[in-house]
T-cell receptor
């Protein structure tokens, strides 16, 4: 157990809808990263938040957006859902943005139909 | 950009030793990490190498050769619970240095 929690565990949405996924970081961690993991693939970096500011972004379109709150919990929002957005979404918290060790939550399994 | 190559599957016998290789191509390099992920579970951090050489943590060791852009994870005294996917990951330098890029993973099956 890493102390990182995510909600919901599973979610089914329809193409075109919007979704919000939530992450609660490990206590004392000020950095959160979000990843998309397709079946049989490695996690793919979406973006990172450090002290409530976006600190880096991977190759994902603007319809993927995020927030980090003063208590360092975080949200991932995806607009205009597409079938290819079906994946496991993982958040990972770390002590600081330069820390190499990341603590992953259990993920949210999103299915888009 | 960054890319990593690792074998897709490895099978080994309980009690044996197995090595999972990882080669990478990066525009900059800050370190190589290894993560373990059981089916349906979250990735968990195993090790990190920033400098050349071997890092040992219990039954697991990780090696890095920056000149060869190559690393490996060594698992000794394999146990059934080691059956999982193993990912190598790199951080680059400069813009995107906080981005962790993962390989596609190696599925390790430990058989009796």
């Amino acid at each position: 157990e890493t102390g990182v929690t995510q909600s919901p565990t599973h979610l089914i949405k329809t193409r075109g809808q919007q979704v919000t996924l939530r992450c609660s970081s490990q206590s004392g961690h000020n950095t959160v990263s979000w990843y998309q993991q397709a079946l049989g693939q490695g996690p793919q970096f979406i973006f990172q938040y450090y002290r409530e500011e976006e600190n880096g972004r991977g190759n994902f379109p603007p319809r993927f957006s995020g927030l980090q709150f003063p208590n360092y919990s975080s949200e991932l929002n995806v607009n205009a859902l597409e079938l290819d957005d079906s994946a496991l979404y993982l958040c990972a918290s770390s002590l600081d943005r330069g820390t190499y060790e990341q603590y992953f939550g259990p993920g949210t399994r999103l299915t888009v139909t | 950009g960054q890319s990593l190559e690792q074998p897709s599957e490895v099978t080994a016998v309980e009690g044996a030793i197995v090595q999972i290789n990882c080669t990478y191509q990066t525009s900059g390099f800050y370190g190589l990490s290894w993560y373990q992920q059981h089916d349906g579970g979250a990735p968990t951090f195993l090790s990190y190498n920033a400098l050349d050489g071997l890092e040992e943590t219990g039954r697991f060791s990780s090696f890095l050769s920056r000149s060869d852009s190559y690393g490996y994870l060594l698992l000794q005294e394999l146990q059934m619970k080691d059956s999982a996917s193993y990912f190598c990951a790199v951080r680059g330098t400069g813009a995107g240095s906080y981005q962790l890029t993962f390989g596609k993973g190696t599925k390790l099956s430990v058989i009796p």
